[in-house]
């Protein structure tokens, strides 16, 4: 948990502490009250019947800030989709769910991890020539 410990982003979920027996280990995460940015997408259209651009720029900035902040420790989140990033009344985003933490980049992707509706093409495109 070495890595996750050493995470201290504004837009990253901050661990507390881990606890773990022979079969489970509990994982003590900050409490964020927020909604998942895909409700917030689907409310907002529904309302709206579309997104602001400028808002969505804003989003993209702090989810690309904080996955670069992520990557310079060597933490690879490997699952990030618009239900893994909740947004609370104030616009505060964080990035959670490190369920699928890589630790350590490797220089090619060995095997297909995260959900596959939000997969990159090329990622699909490796693993079909594999």
């Known amino acids: 948990m070495k890595q996750i410990e050493a995470l201290d982003h504004p837009n990253v979920v901050k661990y507390i502490e881990s606890y773990e027996n022979e079969k489970t280990m509990y994982i003590v995460m900050e409490y964020f009250q927020g909604m998942q940015l895909f409700d917030m997408i689907t409310d907002r259209v529904e309302k709206n019947g579309t997104f602001n651009e ?20 060597n933490v690879m989140h490997k699952d990030i989709k618009p239900k893994k990033i909740l947004v609370n009344d104030t616009g505060v ?38």
Do not use: R
């Open 54 to 73: 400028a808002e969505v720029a804003k989003i993209m900035q702090t989810l690309l800030e904080a996955i670069d902040y992520c990557h310079s420790k």
């Open 93 to 130: 985003i964080k990035i959670v769910d490190f369920g699928l933490l890589k630790w350590e980049f490797l220089s090619k992707l060995q095997i297909m991890a995260g959900t596959p509706y939000y997969l990159a093409p090329e990622v699909l495109k490796e693993v079909k020539n594999a």
